[in-house]
């Protein structure tokens, strides 16, 4: 079992604006033609996606989440 006080929370703000930053810089390294850090990006982003559907299909939205 995981420690709650040596976990980090995260409300819904914060996810959504870590999301946004993630695929704006992800677009612009893919512009610039950078790919080593638009391919280190992608899965990041993919994976921020994926929590964002789940938070939205489970109905957990705007619940602070610990990681």
Do not use: H, W
Request: proline share 3%; net charge positive.
């Amino acid at each position: 079992m995981t420690n709650k006080s040596k976990l980090i929370e995260f409300t819904e703000i914060e996810r959504n604006l870590i999301r946004y930053c993630v695929e704006n810089e992800l677009n612009r390294k893919k512009d610039t033609g950078d790919q080593t850090c638009a391919e280190i990006l992608t899965p990041v982003y993919e994976k921020l996606l994926k929590l964002r559907k789940r938070e939205l299909r489970e109905g957990v939205n705007g619940e602070p989440m610990f990681v």
